[in-house]
Nanobody, 126 residues
Framework: VQLQASGGGLVQAGGSLRLSCATS????????MGWFRQAPGKEREFVAA????????WYTDSVKGRFTISRDNAKNTVYLQMNSLKPEDTAVYYC????????????????????WGQGTQVTVSS
């Protein structure tokens, strides 16, 4: 599956952005979809993930209550609604797709995912 992330930009602290990740292929609904981010000089980190049905979601602690992941299987798209943004959210955000046997541990692990998008820059000014 091919992934195309979009929606990044420059926003002031406290603002909102919605990232989208459009996918190709007819098997989108069978993938767990995840969002990761990488800030300059830091390792890539897990942000959020959603099961194929949307019935299960996972978040890293630092974004709980501020970010919401969702998906529209009819549109082959996953979203990341980001509210109350902070300067520390500044990073390149990547979407990823995985079809393996998922678990609470696996969906937080980058190597578990099969496909990655190109990334979209999110910059939050203070």
């Amino acid at each position: 599956v091919q992934l195309q992330a979009s929606g990044g930009g420059l926003v002031q602290a406290g603002g909102s952005l919605r990232l989208s990740c459009a996918t190709s292929g007819r098997t989108f609904s069978s993938y767990v979809m995840g969002w990761f981010r990488q800030a300059p000089g830091k390792e890539r980190e897990f942000v959020a993930a959603i099961s194929w049905s949307g019935g299960s979601t996972w978040y890293t602690d630092s974004v709980k209550g501020r970010f919401t992941i969702s998906r529209d299987n009819a549109k082959n798209t996953v979203y990341l609604q980001m509210n109350s943004l902070k300067p520390e959210d500044t990073a390149v955000y990547y979407c990823a797709a995985g079809r393996g046997r998922w678990s609470d541990y696996n969906v937080r692990s980058g190597p578990w995912y099969d496909s990655w998008g190109q990334g979209t820059q999110v910059t939050v000014s203070s």
